[in-house]
């Protein structure tokens, strides 16, 4: 296991989901229960660090208090998942944008979370992870820099100056819509939120599982886009 992991000075909210039953689920950080809603199957011995939760992929998710607001600074996302298809949701804040999903199309990992303005686009990465392994996946924004990893490799990332202004709480295994199609299909374990914009590096993954792997890499196709310097080297 990473030092820094050890350590996670700017670890905001953090559920660990190892629970065995019941239909909440503990933020470790703030003491605060997310509401597990549908018929979702505890995984005590099935996670990638420890327990993990099973979503049906037709109305099993998490409703969770509201975290942060994007727009307020840098921030990072990171969380173990395994399954999932196309269309799908991993993590979303209600009414607001989709952070970590799957390209309707090509099934790809992607994110919303972009700036306000008309030149907004989303950003996409060429990374299927529906393919019945552990991946670590993960969202940074450094407030210049937005980047997708996963498996603690940066896969996408492009030039974000700001993100749109939201705070609302967070959906875990649905879209921002709750609509069909959306909901995840597979198991969700560890999901972690930092305030600042922490590279999978300095938060390395507590397992030896799952290791870096040379992924393609792209941006999010805006005209005369800067790539992060992680990502563009």
């Not at 269309?87 to 209600?94: A, W």
């Not at 607001?96 to 979370?113: A, I, K, N, R």
């Not at 609302?168 to 819509?177: E, R």
Request: proline share 6%.
């Amino acid at each position: 296991w990473s030092s820094a992991w050890a350590l996670p000075i700017s670890l905001i909210a953090h559920w660990p989901l190892d629970e065995t039953e019941g239909t909440t689920t503990s933020d470790t950080v703030s003491g605060d229960e997310a509401h597990v809603i549908g018929e979702a199957i505890w995984k005590p011995d099935g996670g990638q660090v420890g327990g993990a939760l099973q979503l049906d992929g037709v109305d099993d998710f998490i409703s969770a208090p509201a975290v942060l607001n994007p727009a307020d600074g840098p921030f990072s996302v990171f969380v173990w998942v395994n399954g999932g298809a196309a269309g799908q949701v991993i993590i979303s804040e209600p009414g607001g944008q989709d952070w970590l999903s799957l390209d309707p199309v090509t099934g790809h990992l992607m994110t919303e979370l972009t700036s306000a303005g008309r030149s907004a686009t989303t950003l996409f990465s060429q990374v299927l992870i529906s393919d019945g392994r552990w991946h670590r996946i993960g969202f940074v924004w450094d407030g210049l820099y937005r980047t997708l990893y996963v498996d603690d490799v940066p896969v996408a990332g492009d030039t974000q100056d700001s993100l749109k202004s939201a705070s609302n709480g967070l959906y875990i295994g649905v879209g921002k819509s709750m609509q069909p199609g959306s909901f995840f299909f597979g198991m969700i374990d560890d999901v972690r939120i930092y305030t600042r914009g922490t590279s999978a590096e300095q938060i390395a993954a507590p397992s030896a599982r799952c290791g870096p792997t040379p992924y393609g890499l792209t941006g999010s196709g805006v005209p005369g886009g800067e790539m992060h310097p992680s990502v563009a080297r």
